[in-house]
């Protein structure tokens, strides 16, 4: 529990530095608070103070709470009764779901996305997958499932919409609860790291149909072997 209160303290900081809320304020405080669980800085069964969220982030209660209550409708968070809210545990029907989700939106965004041959969002699928491996090379493992989430936002991106990135953003925030319920992050994040290498070279080369089906392909196995571990947890 100690790790998670940690956890939550850091995330607290990382808040309060970037509390520059506009209008409506409870939809940027629950993107805020989404991306640091998908950053895995507030971790499955982190408990989140009203109190402590409205002093970082410099809003009132009433925003505070409409902004919890939309991530507990994401499913990003739980409540509880007379206890608080809470970091979800996403449990198997929730992995099935959000890749019934992903292999929808991620393959239709190479595939469709009027950006998928412009140099510059080409650039940061690049740049993650590099990431991915410059961190693989010191045995970050956390830095490459970091880098993961980026190549996979990278991806979307290449849809050129605002809707599909907020979604996507949704998505990545309850991958990350899903993917410290596996005990092992190399294992898991190791062979597709080279999968992402491979659809970063169909993109530049222009073969968008190639790599919306091989990212068809890897999103599949993903959650074949996701579900695999989960059933047995």
Excluded: K
Excluded at 15 to 33: H, K, M, N, W, Y
Excluded at 51 to 69: F, K, P
Excluded at 77 to 106: H, K, Q, T
Excluded at 180 to 208: C, K, S, W
């Amino acid at each position: 529990m100690s790790d998670v209160n940690t956890s939550v303290q850091d995330a607290l900081a990382s808040l309060s530095a970037s509390r520059t809320i506009a209008v409506p304020a409870s939809e940027r405080v629950s993107d805020r608070i989404r991306v640091e669980v998908a950053e895995a800085r507030l971790r499955v069964g982190a408990r989140l103070p009203e109190q402590a969220l409205c002093e970082a982030l410099q809003v009132s209660r009433n925003t505070i709470r409409e902004a919890l209550s939309q991530l507990v409708a994401e499913r990003v968070l739980v409540r509880i009764p007379n206890r608080g809210v809470f970091v979800a545990r996403p449990e198997i029907d929730d992995v099935r779901d959000v890749y019934s989700a992903r292999l929808v939106i991620e393959p239709g965004a190479v595939r469709y996305g009027p950006l998928a041959d412009d140099p510059v969002a080409l650039s940061a699928v690049r740049a993650a997958y590099q990431r991915g491996r410059a961190a693989a090379a010191t045995g970050d493992w956390t830095g490459v499932a970091d880098a993961n989430q980026h190549f996979h936002r990278d991806v979307v991106a290449l849809g050129g919409s605002p809707r599909l990135e907020r979604e996507m953003g949704r998505l990545l925030a309850e991958m990350r609860l899903v993917f410290q319920r596996m005990p092992q992050v190399r294992e898991f994040h190791e062979p597709y790291l080279a999968r992402n290498g491979a659809i970063a070279e169909l993109l530049d080369a222009g073969r968008t149909e190639e790599a919306a089906d091989e990212l068809a392909r890897y999103l599949a196995t993903a959650r074949d072997q996701l579900l695999a571990a989960y059933a047995l947890l």
